[in-house]
């Protein structure tokens, strides 16, 4: 398993925009789960899945009007909760 998570900007505190909500959208319809931080999201994904769901992230944040993107990818162990 592998665990992504992702912040995107611009950053509004309560309001997240387009950029934000169709790039969760975009990794839940791939149907993978995603929980939703107040500063940022995350997702455990099997590790072939990891990719498609960078890619996913990456597409739909920018088509959106992301100006930055943080994605970090890591081992998920299964001890950690949500972000």
């Given amino acids: 398993m592998k665990r992504v998570e992702f912040t ?48 996913a992230i990456v597409r739909a944040a920018f088509a959106h009007g992301a100006t930055h993107l943080n994605i970090d990818v890591s081992a998920d162990d299964g001890a950690r909760g949500g972000t």
């Fill in 8 to 55: 995107i900007e611009p950053f509004v505190e309560g309001q997240p925009g387009r950029h934000v909500t169709e790039s969760i959208s975009a990794v839940r319809d791939l149907g993978v789960e995603v929980d939703v931080g107040p500063f940022g999201s995350g997702c455990s994904v099997d590790d072939e899945d990891a990719a498609a769901v960078t890619a």
